[in-house]
């Protein structure tokens, strides 16, 4: 009886060692951006302890083979564990120190294409101090517990790096759509949805004003912690799509209308309220999510509606102010009339197609977050969709919840822009256009 009961404990073990093998191999990815460090010491440490436990096990054991079987087995899936989070973790630290040992010049030109969250200070300012990114994204867990005063402060010593190095200032971004997105709140209050803040005007020019007081007050506030960019506002349409597992994306809960001549001009009024207070607004998600049904955090989409329909429609917001916003925000979702393998925010047929070529767009384009899973689990990984985004044309690569996954992008970006995968035309294209954007961020800063 004894025999069977340890056989079926070495059983259980076995299965936990399996399961450490799956979480080794997601072990770099961002699902465990926020736990990463105690995630790690779990990741040596349990296998580690399978391993002697089942040594252990075995010297007991050992005159019965079915139990030195199972015992064997699990102290070698363990191992396999453990050999694999070793190897991923010496892989990213190696890339990282090719990274940040990389000659200034190549750093500094690529790095003006990238946006990158934190959550390590000195981590960051490592960073910003080596030229290493252009802009910041700022959310929730940065500011939690401090006050508007400590924050500003924190942003201008940001500032005050790029002013030494004689460069332009940084981007520096959040997601304050209002409503259920408001990464700013606390310590600023948290401001009403643009849906609620349309509803109540059935008279447009009321409605317009009351948008552009609205946005006067977000822009005024988001100012006054030093941030220029925000990621808003959502222009998808309310479609009606409803997921029971969408947790992050709830684009019906975020979206202006289901009317696009309303979307556009709502969207019109508060980029022009914004940048009157020396913040820039970016219209997301293009190509539009609110067709989408599946969860672009986590998972990979597609949105299947004919080109002709989407122009009438979805693309109407989009077509409408891309001359008057400067930033225009690429989903991960894949448009399947023209590319039914990578996801608009990498799409060359997309980017360098669709809008760089047939709609003349010259504004700055962005990707959603790499960290998200439409993204990160596509074919060739985080640093084949940052190649193939700038080469496409996209201005910015935005990595906020994940800051890790930017080692692994520049790492690809400097090995490509070396080989010459990454197209000179294109590049110095982008750069005009972000140093267009600069010379007006840095006007507005001294105005202010």
Not at 77 to 82: D, E, K, N, S
Not at 90 to 112: N, S
Not at 223 to 252: C, E, K, M, Q, S
């Amino acid at each position: 009886m004894l025999r069977i009961l340890n056989l079926v404990l070495g059983v259980v073990r076995f299965a936990a060692a399996i399961l450490l093998l799956c979480l080794a191999w997601q072990w770099r990815s961002p699902l465990f951006a926020s736990t990463r460090t105690a995630a790690l010491v779990l990741s040596i440490g349990l296998p580690l302890a399978l391993i002697a436990a089942e040594l252990l096990a075995w010297r007991i054991s050992a005159r019965w083979r079915p139990a030195t079987l199972v015992y064997g087995a699990t102290a070698l899936v363990a191992f396999l564990a453990l050999a694999l989070t070793l190897t991923f973790e010496l892989q990213f630290r190696w890339m990282r120190q090719e990274v940040l040992r990389a000659d200034p010049a190549r750093l500094e030109r690529l790095g003006r294409h990238l946006i990158v969250g934190y959550r390590s200070d000195a981590a960051f300012a490592e960073l910003i101090e080596r030229r290493a990114i252009a802009g910041v994204f700022v959310t929730a867990h940065n500011v939690r517990g401090k006050d508007a005063p400590t924050i500003r402060g924190e942003i201008a010593a940001m500032q005050a790096i790029r002013v030494t190095q004689g460069l332009p200032p940084l981007l520096v971004a959040t997601d304050q759509e209002g409503g259920g997105v408001s990464r700013m709140s606390p310590p600023l209050a948290r401001p009403a949805s643009l849906r609620d803040v349309v509803q109540p005007h059935r008279d447009a020019a009321a409605r317009r004003s009351a948008v552009r007081t609205y946005a006067a007050d977000v822009g005024g506030a988001l100012a006054g912690l030093g941030i220029n960019l925000n990621f808003a506002p959502v222009v998808d349409l309310d479609h009606g799509v409803v997921n029971p597992d969408d947790r992050y994306t709830r684009i019906g809960t975020r979206a202006i209308s289901s009317d696009p001549e309303l979307v556009a001009d709502t969207a019109g009024e508060y980029c022009r309220g914004l940048l009157e207070q020396g913040v820039h607004c970016t219209l997301k998600h293009f190509p539009g999510l609110g067709r989408v049904f599946e969860d672009t955090h986590r998972e990979s989409a597609m949105l299947s509606t004919p080109v002709d329909e989407l122009v009438k429609s979805d693309w109407l917001p989009f077509r409408q102010l891309q001359q008057k916003a400067a930033f225009t925000m690429l989903a991960h979702a894949r448009l399947a009339a023209l590319d039914r393998e990578r996801p608009a925010s990498f799409s060359a047929a997309v980017v360098s197609g669709l809008l760089r070529r047939d709609w003349k767009h010259d504004g700055i384009l962005v990707t959603d977050d790499l960290s998200m899973g439409g993204a990160y689990r596509s074919v060739g990984g985080l640093g084949a969709a940052g190649v193939a985004a700038l080469g496409a044309g996209v201005d910015l690569i935005l990595i906020s919840y994940d800051p890790d996954q930017l080692f692994p992008v520049l790492h690809a970006l400097l090995r490509a822009e070396a080989s010459g995968a990454l197209p000179r035309h294109t590049l110095e294209a982008s750069a005009r256009r972000l140093a267009q954007i600069s010379a007006g961020s840095k006007t507005a800063a001294e105005a202010r």
